[in-house]
């Protein structure tokens, strides 16, 4: 029987995280992809990937990893993307499709988009699904399985190619919803951006409390801060990246937040307990629709 070709002939990975790493394990796993050609700046990591064997081909140089792929996926933090972009423009072929997995859209497509060909398909991607570990050796096959991928296409004339990216992520588990780049970054401004942020900063404000030792923080940190500030372990990288390139819809859902904050604190104040109520009893519904949608894993 002769063997049913890969959707992606050659697949190229330029970053070997968590999301590279378990992009690359589960397109092996599912053959989506013929050939899996990775590439990182990481000596340390691109051996280690050699040692778990979830590549076909290492490359130390970006553009050298790219040559002849139908697919590249850029995998790096935000702030780099355009810098490896420019290294690798130059070396995709013909009808490549260039996308990424940063979970802020609209500035990298301006930044971005001016450096390509024509004749190259850039469409950006997020796969809203992760862990607070990195690295390849955090990286599994069954990372994406029922989460979200939101592709963000500049325009209509790339559906051939967007319909092809769809499948490739479809193929991995995802569930696909596709957007404008200015309304996904509101959109995770609000369900990931300020919450990193508020962890970030609760773990920062129980660090300074003067009457509070950081011995205590650790020891009595019982299911609602440990739970709760668990996303305050994520790569810093990552997040600095995040917050710079998406920073006028972080400010304004953080300027939201903060009138919402408000007016709970009034509430407090003034002991307004059926305020307080009807707040609880809303946002735990919310809550409960979004573990009934299978979300509240990642």
Request: charged share 20%; aromatic share 6%.
């Amino acid at each position: 029987m002769a063997q049913k070709t890969a959707l992606v002939p050659r697949l190229a990975i330029i970053g070997m995280g968590l999301i590279g790493s378990s992009i690359a394990r589960a397109a092996k796993l599912k053959s989506i992809a013929g050939t899996v050609s990775i590439s990182d700046a990481s000596a340390v990591v691109r051996a280690r990937v050699g040692e778990l064997n979830i590549a076909d081909e290492i490359y130390e140089n970006a553009a050298d990893a790219v040559k002849n792929a139908d697919l590249v996926i850029l995998c790096v933090p935000v702030g780099v993307m355009p810098n490896v972009a420019a290294t690798i423009a130059g070396s995709l072929k013909t009808n490549a499709i260039l996308s990424d997995v940063g979970s802020v859209k609209a500035t990298i497509m301006h930044e971005i988009a001016p450096l390509l060909r024509s004749d190259i398909h850039f469409i950006p991607a997020h796969p809203v699904a992760g862990t607070e570990y990195s690295g390849p050796d955090a990286g599994f096959a069954m990372l994406f399985e029922n989460r979200w991928c939101i592709l963000t296409p500049k325009d209509a004339s790339d559906g051939a190619a967007v319909s092809l990216l769809q499948r490739f992520w479809e193929g991995m588990g995802s569930l696909v919803e596709t957007m404008s780049a200015e309304h996904h970054d509101l959109v995770l401004a609000i369900t990931s951006h300020v919450p990193h942020l508020i962890a970030y900063n609760i773990v920062g404000t129980a660090a300074d409390l003067e009457t509070v030792t950081q011995s205590e923080v650790i020891k009595f940190s019982a299911g609602g801060f440990r739970d709760f500030t668990r996303i305050a372990s994520s790569d810093p990288t990552m997040w600095r990246d995040v917050f710079l390139n998406n920073k006028d819809a972080v400010l304004e859902v953080l300027g939201r937040f903060t009138e919402d904050l408000s007016a709970l604190q009034r509430m407090i104040r003034w002991g307004d307990g059926d305020g307080l109520f009807e707040l609880f009893s809303r946002t735990r519904e919310i809550r409960r629709g979004i573990v009934a949608l299978g979300q509240e894993k990642n």
